[in-house]
């Protein structure tokens, strides 16, 4: 059973603060990562607008949006799922507890919004994020024979990785849970995450089992190879 993978688009960070950057520079969007597996594919955080992705797609892989059968998100973070919507005939996947944390946190906003005055932008956000994510699907244990559901818990909730038992090495599709190449060599987290001692714990464990990283908003590369 043959399986491969494809950075489809190069993420980035707003400012990067091992570059010396204090402010905004640059417009944010997460790694964008294609898994194909004989007939199978599984498109991981489409970030860049929606007429972007499309054209980034066809001109990395050949494929039309129609063509991706399952969208795996790391996170719910609005960068990661930016043009989830271009994918609309296809599964959208999510780990359970992200799934979770989500509605927990949709259903306080809305336990608020209901107790102040009223606020028709802010409802209608909570009607969209609400539908988007009650469509949402748990990413089962094995996404295919040989893409695995790694749970790396800390930059959200339930953020998870996906873990790639390829023929000769192990490719982690990290998320935010390593977000670029100077992050990894500092060993040190997202100065952005959730819960600080998780998302620590998390790169630790992508650590122990990857050969190769994808890191959430930068370009693959090998552990040991910087």
Same mark, same amino acid.
């Given at each position: 059973?043959?399986?491969?993978?494809?950075?489809?688009?190069?993420?980035?960070?707003?400012?990067?603060?091992?570059?010396?950057?204090?402010?905004?520079?640059?417009?944010?969007?997460?790694?964008?990562?294609?898994?194909?597996?004989?007939?199978?594919?599984?498109?991981?955080?489409?970030?860049?607008?929606?007429?972007?992705?499309?054209?980034?797609?066809?001109?990395?892989?050949?494929?039309?949006?129609?063509?991706?059968?399952?969208?795996?998100?790391?996170?719910?973070?609005?960068?990661?799922?930016?043009?989830?919507?271009?994918?609309?005939? %296809?599964?959208?996947?999510?780990?359970?507890?992200?799934?979770?944390?989500?509605?927990?946190?949709?259903?306080?906003?809305?336990?608020?919004?209901?107790?102040?005055?009223?606020?028709?932008?802010?409802?209608?956000?909570?009607?969209?994020?609400?539908?988007?994510?009650?469509?949402?699907?748990?990413?089962?244990?094995?996404?295919?024979?040989?893409?695995?559901?790694?749970?790396?818990?800390?930059?959200?909730?339930?953020?998870?990785?996906?873990?790639?038992?390829?023929?000769?090495?192990?490719?982690?599709?990290?998320?935010?849970?390593?977000?670029?190449?100077?992050?990894? %060599?500092?060993?040190?987290?997202?100065?952005?995450?959730?819960?600080?001692?998780?998302?620590?714990?998390?790169?630790?464990?992508?650590?122990?089992?990857?050969?190769?990283?994808?890191?959430?908003?930068?370009?693959?590369?090998?552990?040991?190879?910087?």
């Amino acid at each position: 059973m043959s399986l491969q993978y494809r950075v489809i688009s190069i993420g980035t960070l707003s400012r990067n603060r091992f570059w010396g950057e204090t402010e905004p520079k640059r417009f944010p969007h997460a790694t964008t990562t294609l898994i194909r597996a004989d007939n199978e594919t599984i498109l991981v955080d489409p970030s860049l607008p929606a007429e972007v992705l499309a054209q980034r797609l066809e001109e990395r892989s050949g494929l039309k949006p129609e063509q991706i059968q399952a969208v795996f998100l790391t996170t719910f973070r609005p960068i990661h799922r930016r043009s989830l919507s271009l994918f609309s005939g %296809a599964t959208w996947l999510m780990y359970r507890p992200e799934i979770e944390a989500v509605q927990a946190h949709l259903n306080e906003m809305r336990e608020r919004a209901q107790e102040g005055p009223e606020d028709p932008e802010l409802c209608k956000l909570l009607d969209e994020e609400e539908s988007l994510v009650a469509r949402i699907e748990a990413a089962p244990e094995h996404l295919t024979a040989q893409t695995h559901l790694f749970p790396a818990v800390g930059a959200t909730p339930g953020s998870a990785a996906l873990l790639l038992a390829l023929p000769t090495q192990t490719a982690v599709i990290t998320g935010d849970a390593i977000v670029t190449q100077e992050h990894f %060599a500092a060993g040190q987290v997202y100065e952005h995450v959730a819960m600080i001692e998780a998302a620590r714990k998390s790169f630790e464990d992508i650590l122990e089992v990857a050969d190769e990283v994808v890191p959430g908003h930068d370009n693959v590369f090998r552990i040991g190879g910087l």
